[in-house]
């Protein structure tokens, strides 16, 4: 790190914030009248998670929520970005709404109004209602209807309250590790399904947010609500300059980055897809197109990592693989930790797809945690290096005057890191699973340092705690 660099302060009103997700913290999946999900689903099936690892207890929030509000609170937390658990609140995807499930997120709610922390709400975090997987899940022509309805339901409980929602967490992960490689919920490996998921997703996200904004202006937060998608972005650079590489790392990059932000943003669909599903697979209509265009306040962008890429015949669908880089430092999960393209693919991102308000709604590392001190706490460096140098990362952008309204760090707590189960830990707070302790890692009271001072303490020569 360069010391000697000044970067401007973060805005005064830049939002600080953590994430998480029902599924991955909330245990307890059929308490109080819930359905199953198809990941309670899929996670009972041997094979499908290390250790045979499923949410039924996780981080047994759903019962703990209370003293989690209190430690969000301590950390100095300004938002909370949360998603509901769609069979809570509609055991059968639709018909009858289950009341104690919405009356659950009604006091979550409550609560973080009451500590003035913000809800940010995602509606749905990849736990579709089995009873919906069932019925064909989100290759179902009618997907996108009982998502609107869905989230309609939820607007109209929690909307008075809510000022930031999003409609969909990272649908390039549903369509693709849910559908083309069978690694997540539902399992499938179909293409064709796949390219059908894709289109059904984009039109989900535009139904729900028509239902929003038609709603009553006080049932919006008094106009103040706003609603956007959160997309997991992820730079590919060439591994080479070799023309099959290049052609490669297009694909990739259309296949993983373009396939839900050119349709949002730009009525268009990547023609290098065309190489991943089949000609003319994915398929979008103009009135598709139109309930698309303008259907976002703000954009949700999720970095991790980037991937340097090569052509690979081996790797289907897009014939393209990432290339390990000697002397990188690779997380629990073998990213490569690599902050400066942070800051290229914000600039990026308002380049291509104009000057909407960005927020970064995940961003963090699982690093296996180091033992404790002697004062009972625990040193993830690593972690703390990650955060401070992506939070650097962002600051560039913001002083190359791309729109950042704020940041969420990836997770609050560990959690169940879908099929690799409790392995990996993204969490600021250490969860032990035995005894549900709750520990605040050195990450956690770095990023509360970083909070209480708006991102100055990044500037400091001296950053240890
Ligand atoms: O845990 C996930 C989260 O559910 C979605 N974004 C990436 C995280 C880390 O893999």
Excluded at 367 to 378: L, R, S, T, V, W
Excluded at 429 to 450: E, N
Aim: aromatic share 10%; net charge negative.
């Amino acid at each position: 790190m360069n010391r000697e660099e000044t970067l401007d302060r973060f805005p005064g009103n830049f939002l600080w914030g953590a994430a998480t997700s029902a599924y991955q913290i909330e245990g307890s999946p059929l308490a109080d009248g819930a359905g199953p999900s198809n990941w309670h689903r899929f996670s009972h099936q041997p094979g499908n998670t290390r250790n045979g690892d499923t949410g039924d207890i996780a981080c047994d929030h759903y019962r703990r929520w209370a003293d989690d509000v209190s430690l969000m609170k301590e950390l100095g937390l300004q938002s909370y970005r949360f998603s509901i658990s769609w069979s809570r609140v509609f055991p059968a995807g639709v018909g009858t709404v289950n009341s104690a499930g919405l009356d659950f997120y009604d006091r979550l709610v409550d609560r973080l109004g009451a500590e003035g922390i913000q809800p940010n709400i995602t509606l749905h975090h990849w736990d579709l209602p089995a009873a919906l997987d069932d019925r064909g899940g989100w290759a179902h022509p009618d997907s996108p209807d009982w998502f609107a309805e869905y989230a309609r339901t939820v607007f109209q409980r929690l909307g008075d309250r809510v000022t930031m929602w999003a409609t969909l967490n990272e649908p390039w992960v549903i369509v693709d590790a849910g559908y083309v490689h069978g690694v997540h919920a539902p399992g499938h490996r179909d293409l064709k399904k796949a390219a059908l998921v894709s289109a059904n997703l984009l039109r989900a996200h535009g139904k729900a947010v028509r239902v929003y904004r038609d709603l009553d202006v006080s049932r919006r937060a008094d106009g103040k609500g706003r609603i956007g998608i959160v997309v997991n972005l992820e730079p590919k650079d060439p591994a080479s300059e070799d023309p099959t590489d290049l052609q490669a790392t297009r694909r990739a990059d259309a296949y993983m980055n373009r396939q839900f932000l050119d349709p949002l943003f730009l009525g268009s669909i990547p023609a290098e897809l065309d190489e991943v599903f089949g000609q003319d697979q994915l398929r979008l209509s103009g009135e598709d197109f139109g309930l698309l265009a303008g259907s976002l306040d703000f954009l949700g962008i999720n970095f991790y990592t980037r991937s340097v890429t090569r052509h690979d015949e081996t790797a289907a669908p897009i014939r393209a693989s990432s290339v390990k880089q000697p002397g990188a430092l690779y997380t629990d999960l073998d990213w490569e930790v690599h902050p400066s393209s942070l800051t290229a693919l914000l600039i990026r991102v308002r380049d291509a797809y104009g000057d909407l308000p960005l927020y970064i709604t995940e961003n963090g590392a699982a690093f296996p945690d180091p033992e404790p001190d002697a004062g009972g706490g625990i040193p993830d460096s690593l972690r703390v290096d990650y955060f401070r140098e992506h939070l650097r990362a962002v600051q560039r952008a913001l002083a190359a005057g791309v729109d950042v309204r704020g940041y969420y760090a990836w997770s609050l707590f560990d959690n169940f890191e879908w099929a690799c189960g409790y392995d990996k830990r993204f969490g600021i707070i250490r969860v032990d699973y035995a005894t549900q302790r709750r520990t605040l890692k050195d990450s956690a009271r770095f990023y509360r340092r970083v909070i209480r001072s708006n991102g100055s303490v990044l500037a400091e020569g001296a950053l240890e705690e």
